[in-house]
């Protein structure tokens, strides 16, 4: 999401007459897109403005964008004096009159919008880094409050787009060539059309059936808002990837009561029988947090337990990081740093053994990559699958298929995390 921040950010300037220019030592102004999810990312970002004194003293100046800024603010000033403008992602709107005020010689200007904006960043001049695969946000900011997170402080509340607005952004982009859509949201199917026209799943299938879009994918679902008319629509239609990222952060549901997520193992398996019921497989894979205050030994050999039940064909799992002014920030029982860590490790071994034996059924199947490179010192070409799997293969023919094609390849052998193959036909 910060990533496309980022090309629509660029893309706006550049429309506006600014150059994007490759190094920093070749830029006038250099804006730091920040993130404060994990870790102290505050103390990171002041490390690396540390750094910017030096290119202060030929004359650049300096912009601290994105959660870090909205949760710093005007300290940011205080810290690294240097840096004249500071701006949260809810006030990118208005990043242009911001820079006409430091083009006129201002030093300390902010956009640090409250939670209670309405505004999202719309525009026609995202700067895409890829031309066949691009990203739309839908829904921007978070209501959700999960006791350990920053978004819903950082990013503001929750406001959906039209869907007139994002189609009309993904034909734009099928006429530009780009054949993979993203759609992007804090939680992309809690989305509320503004206008009332059309469900999240509505939206998903509409953007399916644009010609010249093969592939849809959609991230990050929250188990909440995870509705049966998602799986119906991606059985639907065949351009919605089957795959499907359902963060459940943890297999407790003493934990997940905690964590305030308002769902509970029961519920959330519930939503994972109707996506294994779909009539083409669908890989899915989900985020955990391990080591959140008060987490037994049980809670996490259940969260364990949860790995086996769902056969996940990827876990992103990360160690609970106190975050500022959460409400998990407080709790009694913190885990030492060493159990969060040992705990983790575990999560990760057991997930990797079970990716072994799920991505060894790929082995002898028929499967279509779309070509995103090449890795010369192996012979190889690396696509992706559908589902969202790595694939490495070999062609007979020596001229290499071009970046951002489609072809069908056999997929020969497996690792836990990526698959190997040979192109069909060629
Ligand atoms: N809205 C999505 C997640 C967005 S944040 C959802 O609710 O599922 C991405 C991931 O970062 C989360 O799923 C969570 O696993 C992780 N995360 C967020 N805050 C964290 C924290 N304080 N410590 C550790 N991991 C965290
Ligand atoms: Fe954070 Fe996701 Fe919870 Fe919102 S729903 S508070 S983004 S973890």
Redesign the pocket.
């Known amino acids: 999401m910060n990533a496309h921040d980022s090309e629509k950010v660029i893309g706006t300037l550049v429309q506006q007459g600014y150059d994007k220019v490759e190094n920093e030592e070749d830029a006038d102004l250099i804006l730091y897109n920040t993130c404060s999810?994990?870790d102290k990312a505050e103390q990171k970002v002041f490390n690396r403005l540390n750094d910017y004194k030096r290119l202060h003293r030929q004359g650049k100046r300096f912009g601290v964008l994105g959660c870090v800024a909205q949760q710093e603010g005007e300290k940011i000033f205080e810290r690294a004096p240097y840096v004249s403008l500071v701006s949260g992602s809810a006030s990118y709107n208005k990043l242009p009159e911001m820079l006409v005020q430091l083009e006129a010689g201002n030093t300390r200007i902010t956009g640090l919008d409250d939670r209670q904006t309405e505004e999202t960043f719309e525009t026609e001049f995202t700067a895409r880094s890829n031309p066949h695969r691009g990203y739309i946000t839908i829904i921007e900011g978070?209501d959700?409050f999960?006791a350990?997170?920053?978004?819903p402080y950082t990013r503001g509340k929750e406001r959906s787009r039209t869907s007139t607005s994002v189609l009309a952004e993904a034909r734009r982009m099928a006429d530009q060539g780009y054949t993979e859509i993203q759609l992007l949201g804090?939680?992309v199917n809690s989305y509320r059309d503004q206008e009332g026209k059309r469900s999240f799943a509505e939206l998903l299938a509409a953007v399916g059936e644009i010609p010249g879009i093969r592939r849809v994918r959609f991230t990050?679902?929250?188990?909440r808002d995870f509705t049966q008319d998602i799986v119906q629509a991606i059985d639907a239609v065949p351009s919605l990837c089957d795959h499907v990222h359902?963060?459940v952060?943890s297999g407790s549901s003493r934990v997940l009561h905690l964590m305030q997520?308002e769902y509970t193992r029961e519920w959330y398996l519930e939503r994972i029988a109707w996506i294994k019921a779909a009539r083409r497989p669908i890989s899915m894979t989900t985020?955990?947090?391990v080591g959140f205050p008060g987490e037994t030994p049980e809670d996490f050999e259940q969260t364990i337990d949860m790995l086996a039940d769902v056969q996940y064909d990827g876990v992103?799992?990360?160690?609970?990081?106190?975050?500022p002014n959460?409400p998990?920030v407080t709790m009694a029982d913190s885990i030492p740093e060493e159990e969060k860590s040992q705990r983790l490790q575990i999560l990760l071994d057991r997930q990797r053994e079970l990716q072994r034996v799920n991505y060894a059924k790929h082995v002898g199947e028929e499967v279509e990559v779309m070509v995103e490179g090449y890795n010369s010192a192996r012979g190889q070409v690396n696509g992706r699958t559908s589902q969202n799997k790595t694939l490495n293969f070999t062609t007979r023919s020596t001229i290499l298929p071009a970046i951002g094609s489609y072809l069908k390849v056999k997929v020969t052998q497996s690792f836990p995390n990526s698959l190997v193959g040979e192109a069909m036909g060629l």
């Open positions: 999810i994990r978070c959700k999960c350990y997170c920053v978004v804090q939680n990050t679902s929250h188990p359902l963060p952060q997520r985020d955990i947090i992103f799992a990360f160690k609970y990081s106190p975050r959460t998990a």
